[in-house]
């Protein structure tokens, strides 16, 4: 089955290390995360708004997944990786668009709002990536 993720989700599964806005939250991402991992053919369809991992934000917070902010994170991911929403393609290929049209220091305009960027691993996923590299085993003490 494919993996269903919308734009700004691309480029955050790449710094994720663990964290998330609850645990059941990080333990869907990292569900996510090790199957991308390990299982690089993984299809995955783009979509526009709350997706596969948007599914586990956690009740009585206040929800921000359909907030304008969120759309506008996953329209400059999306643009910036030259790929839009209905579009299935392996897990492979998406990474061969961050390889060819992302820049570490990119995170900083395309994530301008978001919450998470100051911790610096979206970048670092990046660069990571961009050496070449798969996406790293995440640390056992953060892993949920
Ligand atoms: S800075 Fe935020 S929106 Fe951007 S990739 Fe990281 S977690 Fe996702």
Request: hydrophobic fraction near 40%; include cysteine; charged fraction near 20%.
């Amino acid at each position: 089955m494919d993996i269903r993720l919308r734009g700004h989700h691309l480029l955050c599964l790449l710094g994720f290390r663990g964290m998330g806005y609850s645990a059941a939250y990080a333990a869907n991402m990292t569900n996510v995360y090790n199957r991308l991992r390990d299982e690089p053919g993984t299809l995955v369809t783009i979509i526009a708004g709350p997706d596969d991992l948007c599914a586990c934000f956690p009740e009585g917070e206040e929800a921000h997944c359909e907030n304008d902010s969120v759309a506008g994170l996953d329209a400059r991911a999306l643009k910036q990786l030259q790929l839009q929403a209905g579009l299935t393609l392996p897990w492979t290929a998406v990474i061969e668009r961050v390889r060819k049209h992302v820049m570490p220091e990119d995170i900083n305009d395309l994530c301008i709002t978001c919450q998470w960027r100051s911790y610096g691993v979206c970048e670092a996923g990046v660069r990571t990536i961009k050496r070449g590299e798969w996406l790293p085993p995440l640390p056992q003490a953060e892993a949920l």
